[in-house]
């Protein structure tokens, strides 16, 4: 994910900051702050992928994290403050360098407004070898998705207009291994701030092992397929925030629980309080949290009870439960755990810790969730999830009397590419459309995965002409993907059905009508799109 300068800057800002303050006030509090406004700036650039910025915070963290005992007296020894201080000026400045660079993209996606197409937008992207025809697939696969990659040679030094943040694939088959380490090295101390990603790289520890110390990024192996590279590069340039991890606090001390809420919010992690355990029910159905951190001695209720009045309630049996306390008895740890909880931290406890633990358990539980409601071909809502997401959205837009189109999309003459391919080609292309559509869409558009070759599509704020534009614009451009089978290529078309609300009033409604509106573009000669049959208006090219 890629973050706006400004994100950048915000955080770059508070680190110094807190730095400063621990300058003017050298204590063991002070030294606390900066600590967690350390781990929240490393957090955040493993998020937004920037990688060799976290390089040089994850050094800071770890030596920071060094000094973080309640033996070290404050203030550290000047060696110690020298040292910090040096690696603060560094990396607030490589971040002010970075942010300078970086160029914001936040309107990359389609605004259905405004319709006006829009490719991906990336820093440059540059292919590194010996022998341009090996790689002529790859860019043209990259070119389909707006990620146009110019060839570069390993013996000519990439040209001064490359920026500071490329994205750079090297091929290393084309490289003696003897190479790799300079090779690699001199472009990661150029380029400190861009990706690079090795490939061709050998299933070999050894190998694997130089390219990733050298500098490389990541390596994807040798053989792998065109597709599966520009699906790792797409993912690299996804820019759609994850929603903001969210912590329910069930906690009776209120000067405890603020302490708690402080700590987890300086690294964005949104938060809800419970003084009152009985209240923690109610609670967990209004704010829907990832996460539970609860005391273990409350007035009233112990956590251990409350755990199990929540584990009786289906909804919330996987919803993790961190328990806070200044138990140390490990016997009673345990029965704590045996008895609804998923992890103890003992009191008092250490906010780096903390923070870490409380992501862990959330990514754990998120990919969890993610397997029941994102279909796994596509990575987009499945058929129920999307249907769902369709009724939440269509009771919004019902309550500030805009427009909703739905759109029903469907592969052309499908089976004729199974039967003729093969199903692992034919799953290359329902992931085609799949990535076209995600990348030309907005955030708050719904993509869903409706069954088959067939796709739900959600467009809030749209009425039917907007989206007959905007979708016809995917539809011309993913006819013109070229898809590999072999050493020859094939092309596949789409089809699609527009309904809009208020015209048609519920969910249901809109996705019948719209598979109406498919089936008379079907009908009509395919590779189209057509609205609802009230509006009939058909656009043929």
């Known amino acids: 994910m890629l973050c706006s300068p400004e994100e950048l800057l915000q955080k770059n800002q508070a680190l110094s900051n807190t730095w400063q303050r621990y300058q003017a006030v050298p204590s063991f509090d002070s030294f606390v702050e900066l600590a967690v406004s350390i781990n929240s700036f490393t957090e955040f650039l493993i998020d937004k992928g920037i990688t060799a910025l976290h390089h040089a915070s994850h050094q800071l963290e770890q030596v ?15 060696a110690a403050v020298d040292d910090l201080n040096e690696r603060v000026l560094a990396l607030t400045r490589l971040a002010s360098s970075h942010a300078t660079a970086t160029v914001d993209l936040s309107e990359r996606r389609l605004d259905a407004l405004h319709p006006s197409l829009q490719t991906t937008q990336t820093g440059q992207t540059w292919l590194i070898g010996h022998d341009p025809a090996a790689w002529a697939e790859l860019q043209a696969q990259l070119g389909y998705f707006g990620m146009a990659a110019q060839f570069a040679s390993w013996e000519a030094p990439l040209p001064d207009n490359v920026g500071d943040a ?30 690079l990603i090795g490939l061709g790289v050998r299933s070999d520890f050894e190998q694997l092992q130089q390219a990733l110390r050298g500098g490389c990024d990541s390596c994807l192996l040798e053989g792998t397929p065109s597709h599966t590279i520009v699906e790792h590069i797409m993912e690299l340039n996804e820019r759609q925030d994850r929603e903001a991890y969210r912590v329910l606090i069930v906690e009776d001390s209120k000067t405890a629980s603020h302490l708690i809420r402080r700590t987890l919010e300086e690294n964005q992690i949104v938060t809800e309080i419970v003084n009152d355990p009985r209240q923690t029910l109610n609670a967990l159905r209004q704010f829907n949290p990832d996460l539970i951190l609860m005391d273990m001695y409350m007035p009233n209720c112990t956590g251990v009870e409350a755990a199990r009045v929540i584990r009786q309630h289906n909804e919330f049996l996987s919803t993790p439960i961190v328990y806070l306390s200044g138990e140390t008895n490990v016997a009673l740890q345990v029965d704590a755990m045996r008895l609804g909880g998923d992890h103890f931290l003992t009191k008092p406890f250490n906010p780096v810790f903390l923070n870490a633990i409380v992501k862990s358990k959330i990514d754990r539980y998120r990919a969890l969730r993610r397997t029941m409601y994102h279909d796994s071909l596509t990575g987009l809502l499945n058929h129920s999830s999307g249907k769902n997401t369709l009724d939440m959205l269509l009771s919004s837009v019902e309550q500030e009397g805009d427009f909703l189109s739905v759109v029903m999309m469907d592969i052309d003459h499908f089976k004729q590419v199974n039967d003729t391919y093969g ?9 085609s459309l799949s990535w076209l559509l995600k990348q030309r869409l907005r955030k708050q558009d719904i993509i869903c995965r409706y069954g088959g070759e067939e796709f739900l599509i959600g467009l809030p704020h749209t009425h039917a002409e907007q989206a ?23 092309s596949v078309t789409a089809s699609g059905g527009i309904a809009t609300y208020p015209l048609f009033q519920t969910g249901d409604a809109l996705i019948k009508a719209a598979d109406r509106a498919l089936y008379q573009a079907k009908h009509g000669g395919r590779n189209r799109i057509h609205t609802d049959e009230t509006r ?6």
């Open 166 to 195: 490329p994205l750079l694939l090297l091929d290393m088959s084309s490289l003696p291994e003897t190479e790799w380490c300079e090779r690699i090295q001199g472009l990661r101390q150029r380029f400190e701030m861009g990706q």
């Open 64 to 78: 920071t994290l060094a000094l973080f005992n309640k033996d070290v007296v404050h203030p550290l020894p000047q």
């Open 536 to 541: 009939a208006r058909l656009v043929v090219e």
């Open 423 to 431: 199903h692992p080609v034919g799953d290359q292309v329902i992931r």
């Open 468 to 490: 007959l534009d905007i979708m016809n614009r995917i539809r011309r451009d993913f006819a013109e993907i070229q898809h590999p089978y072999g050493n020859r290529h094939f």
